[in-house]
């Protein structure tokens, strides 16, 4: 209240001049304020936070990358907090079947967050949308993509149809168990799983630097960000908890993952939901930077004349969330000759690679145009090698290439340049 | 239905589509299928602008107006065969971009197609000799300029609707920016065109500087709020991006000081790039913390450009306010406003307390700009309900000023929120009219002022409306607005 009147207080000789009829008016609508557009009944949603989203003239709307893929106003940000509080109020009904269109734009964001960089209250619209799907979940109407991401988190531990940390041996990729006493834990996200040679390159990193580190792929299971993006809490507390006792067991100092969302994870999320990982928990990026700041990483050789001249693509992740936008690029500059071309939008203003959040399981095509738009501004810039540092942004934007894309354009993650200039 | 489930506002003469299902195919062949809908889910997000009355509908479950179709084109081609099509079926059709508008200009109030041109967005060309870029017209206001910005340029076009509004909406309202002392208006920014006519002829006029080629037939589509035509591409003028801002503000003990001194200053042909009146009340808003603004009235100032320049303007700018007896408060002010001017909020929170709440901006000759905005709001304080009438001066002028009115209220119980609403749009429109003003400055006609129409035009209008007919036979581009006013019952103090 203390907030509200300070913000108000310029009304003040508004108010006193007002005639009693109308004061008494105004007074009961401001101290009704709540009642007359909150619902009923228990329910999760952030009934403030939409309104305001709502109500507001789309001051984000140029930014979303999901509005500016699919370019119809059904996507806009306040559109998608409009019908988040028309589903919890019942005004549309989310238990028709007819309504599965309106339960599907609720998930049809891709959590890069750029709108909370313009939004008038701070907030992020996905922030909202979560809210949304908690009483979406509650009352059993979770989408049945979601449910089967669920259902993979339970079967193989990972976000894929099989453990695909299992398949490491096939990968060529060494598993290091710990023995209690480790320095660094090299957490492995699901998703980097796909790229062996990035894992393969980190390992390479760690060892030439000297570092003590295990991998413990054996035990290995996913951070549990895809069970929090869905807001299936009770799957992704599991996780939480899983990933505490394995890190606790490694006696680490530092926690460092190759996956931005993993990181975020692991801290604010997991904080969120009121469990704490006693370790440090970085991104790979900025512990690389330490070890070339204490001197035991040089990069000293040139790289070939086909990786010389690439584009950084910040994972906004780590640009946004993480707040670093600075390792990468001091990572960089150590690499002799290297030509570093940044994109229009770069660093905290990085556009979305598409492969975030849960969008691209509500709507793949959707996710695809976003990695298209995204793919078209790298190109901007002229140079053929996009180099990024997380392997959702690298998946996205693979998504994103054209066919004849696909035959100039490479897409790398950091760790494989900084392999080549050892 | 969800649809049923909401109160409808428009709901008198909504066009009757026999055959819907042909309809579709139709346009369906024209856009391809993924680019036509008459689903709920797209019929809905369609159903209003930015007019902040509608805020107040969406919080209460209303809706202002019912679309039949959206349709998304991606080539001048597709909306020719769509307007066409129209023609033959008599279907309105509403050009929509990023729905900024606020006098519901974008409305579908007969029901139709709504015609998005948000896949219109490509930035084609700069070039840096002629200063000129060539966009299309969906194109968003903030990205053209972050783009531009990225170059080295400016457009020059800052509305504070920047980050929400298109290139073709600021064509078609005649918009202006916070910054137009120095870069002008739409009108002024506009060299070339693309659009395609109501019975869809696609034409085009040509980027040139100046010409002496018969009447300024393009001029007329600046302006037509999506009436006479849709505008698909322009040519625009770009500036390099000023090497130097200086920031200036001054506060005066009056509001006919802060008039007087601005007049001079633009006599003197200074052209601050941004020059901001807030009369007391917004003062207090506004800039209530600042002890040298208290009981004042606050003017700001950016000059913006090459050093030298900069220079100058700002020295004979500060040399006439203080001749006017203005105080000088420093950057402060300024900053402030650049920190907040994007950051909107009480659009969110004014229907929350069920207040209806509106901006009306006016155009005034010098000469009595002062009386007129003391009638107005006296005028619109004598509104029953009305608790709020304050205004800042946005746009300045050689020979004029472009007023900025803010007016909140709350409905006596007699009345709706709409009833109210228009009661206090008809006083004011009314006031200015009566004292010689130009009842919009920037925001164009829309439904909100169309029942004025007769009165700012006068005989004129009669040639406007032939100029209608003869473009648009069957009425069939954005009907209910400019032309004919769906307000006439709407109260009148």
Known sequence: MGEILKKYKWMGPIIDAMDRDVKRLFMKNFRMRDKNFFPEGEYKADIKNLVNCMLCPNMCRFDCGTLQAEQKETMSPAYKARIGYYLTIGKIDPSKEENKAFIDLMYKCSNEESCKIWCPFEFSVVSLLETVRDDLNDKGLMPDYCKEQIDKLKKTNTIEDHNIYETYKEKGIENIETDGNDEVYYYIGCESMKFPEVVKANIELLKKAGVRFSTNLETKVCCGGPAFNIRDLETAKDFANRNKDLIEKTGANVVVSDCPGCVVTLTSRYQKAGIEIGTKVIHIVEYIKQLIDEGKLKFEKNVSDEFSKITIHDPCLIARNLNDTTSIRAILNKIPGLEISEPMYNKDSVHCCGWSGTAHWADRSLAIKEAKNRVNELKETGSNVFLSACPLCELGLAYGLSEGDKENIKIIDIAELLIKAL | ?493
């Open chain 2, 1 to 493: 239905m969800n649809i049923e489930n909401f109160e409808l506002i428009y709901k008198d003469s909504r066009v009757i589509i026999k055959d819907k299902p042909k309809i579709k195919l139709r346009l369906g062949e024209i856009v391809g299928n993924e680019n036509v809908s008459d689903n709920e889910i797209d019929i809905l997000a369609y159903n209003k602008d930015t007019t902040l009355i509608t805020l107040n509908w969406t919080l209460e479950g209303k809706i202002a107006a019912l679309p039949d179709f959206i349709v998304w084109p991606e080539t001048p081609e597709q909306i020719s065969s769509i307007l066409k099509l129209a023609n033959e079926e008599k279907i309105p059709v509403i050009p929509f971009s990023e729905g900024s508008g606020v006098v519901g200009g974008a409305i579908p109030i007969y029901g139709g197609i709504i015609l998005d041109m948000k896949k219109f967005n490509k930035i084609l060309e700069i070039n840096d000799k002629d200063l000129t870029v060539t966009v299309e017209a969906g194109t968003n206001g903030m990205n053209l300029e972050r783009y531009l910005n990225a170059k080295g340029y400016t457009g020059g076009h800052i509305p504070q609707s920047l980050y929400t509004s298109s290139v073709g909406g600021w064509i078609a309202h005649r918009a202006a920016g916070q910054f137009s002392s120095k870069y002008g208006k739409t009108e002024d920014m506009v060299m070339g065109m693309e659009l395609v006519l109501p019975k869809g002829d696609v034409i085009k006029f040509k980027t040139i500087a100046r010409a002496s080629t018969g009447p300024q037939l393009d001029k007329l589509f600046i302006g037509n709020e999506g009436t006479l035509g849709i505008v698909t591409k322009a040519t625009l003028k770009i500036w390099p991006y000023p090497e130097k801002r200086a920031f200036i503000s001054y506060a005066f003990p009056t509001f006919e000081d802060s008039l007087e001194a601005t007049r001079q200053i633009l006599r003197q042909q200074i052209y601050p790039a941004v020059i901001r009146i807030y009369d007391a009340d917004e003062t207090y808003r506004h800039f209530g913390h600042i002890e040298k603004a208290k009981d004042s009235v606050m003017v700001v100032f950016v000059c913006e450009g090459i050093e030298r320049l900069v220079d100058l303007e700002a020295t004979i700018t500060r040399e006439t306010c203080e001749k006017n007896n203005g105080i000088e408060c420093g950057e402060e002010p300024v900053e402030h406003w650049f920190e907040t001017r994007f950051r909107v909020t009480e659009t969110s929170s004014t229907p929350t307390f069920k207040m209806v709440a509106d901006t009306i901006e006016i155009g005034f000759l010098w000469d009595k700009a002062a009386e007129m905005y003391h009638s107005v709001v006296e005028a619109a304080k004598n509104v029953k309900g009305v608790i709020m009438i304050t205004a800042h001066v946005s746009h300045f002028y050689p020979n004029g000023v472009g007023f900025y009115f803010t007016f909140a209220g709350i409905p006596p119980q007699e009345k709706s929120d709409f009833q109210f609403y228009q009661e206090v749009w008809n006083t004011i429109v009314k006031a200015v009219e009566d004292a010689g003003g130009s009842f919009g400055h920037h925001h164009g006609v829309g439904i909100n002022r169309s029942k004025w129409m007769p009165v700012e035009w006068g005989k004129a209008f009669d040639t406007l409306k032939a100029i209608k007919n003869l473009l648009d036979p069957n009425n069939i581009l954005n009907p209910g607005k400019i032309y004919e006013s769906p307000w006439e019952k709407g109260g009148e103090n």
